[in-house]
T-cell receptor, first 113, second 112 residues
Framework: GAGVSQSPSNKVTEKGKDVELRCDPISGHTALYWYRQSLGQGLEFLIYFQGNSAPDKSGLPSDRFSAERTGGSVSTLTIQRTQQEDSAVYLC???????????FGSGTQLSVL | KQEVTQIPAALSVPEGENLVLNCSFTDSAIYNLQWFRQDPGKGLTSLLLIQSSQREQTSGRLNASLDKSSGRSTLYIAASQPGDSATYLCASPTSGTYKYIFGTGTRLKVLA
């Protein structure tokens, strides 16, 4: 596609439910990043992929968070048993290679009630 | 562990002024440094990427410099316009990785 696509753009869920957030990177981009931005806060690193492997998962806040990438393309971030503190904008970015210019999607606004 | 700081946190200037935004980082063994702008409710847009071997990059009215030895980068905006109003963020990776750490940004408002 022309840019990084994230879906859904908005997600409202109840506390305790599982959610899946999707990121479709720019075609041919091998590196993919997930960040979280809470209201009025900076970007918090979650995980990045080089191809299908994740060299650095250190930013995942807890074992309720997981991410995968298949076929070197689409990535899914899964949050199990959501909590209110998970409410934030989840941003995905891709780059042609690691160390290249980052292109961001518009994000998924997650609200946990 | 890389830490990235941006000063000032907020800046308000009249249209036409030249201005400088500052970014400091603690780990100077970086591959590159990137500058972004973020408009309210939107994702980030890449502005400039400076490789570690470069000292500056220019795009239109924007010029970014990099001084690894002092752990600093600056973004210079010439002849500011109301459309430049946004939050500007810099990001630098932790040494030996491509885990980009972001500063908390400078919120710029250019008054018409």
């Amino acid at each position: 596609g022309a840019g990084v696509s994230q879906s859904p753009s908005n997600k409202v869920t109840e506390k305790g439910k599982d959610v899946e957030l999707r990121c479709d990177p720019i075609s041919g981009h091998t590196a993919l990043y997930w960040y979280r931005q809470s209201l009025g806060q900076g970007l918090e690193f979650l995980i990045y992929f080089q191809g299908n492997s994740a060299p650095d998962k250190s930013g995942l806040p807890s074992d309720r968070f997981s991410a995968e990438r298949t076929g070197g393309s689409v990535s899914t971030l899964t949050i199990q048993r959501t909590q209110q503190e998970d409410s934030a904008v989840y941003l995905c970015a891709s780059s042609l290679s690691t160390g290249g210019k980052l292109f961001f999607g518009s994000g998924t606004q997650l609200s946990v009630l | 562990k890389q830490e990235v700081t941006q000063i000032p946190a907020a800046l308000s200037v009249p249209e036409g002024e030249n201005l400088v935004l500052n970014c400091s980082f603690t780990d100077s063994a970086i591959y590159n440094l990137q500058w972004f702008r973020q408009d309210p409710g939107k994702g980030l847009t890449s502005l400039l990427l400076i490789q570690s071997s470069q000292r500056e990059q220019t795009s239109g009215r924007l010029n970014a410099s990099l001084d690894k030895s002092s752990g600093r980068s600056t973004l210079y905006i010439a002849a500011s316009q109301p459309g430049d109003s946004a939050t500007y963020l810099c990001a630098s990776p932790t040494s030996g990785t491509y885990k980009y750490i972001f500063g908390t940004g400078t919120r710029l408002k250019v008054l018409a």
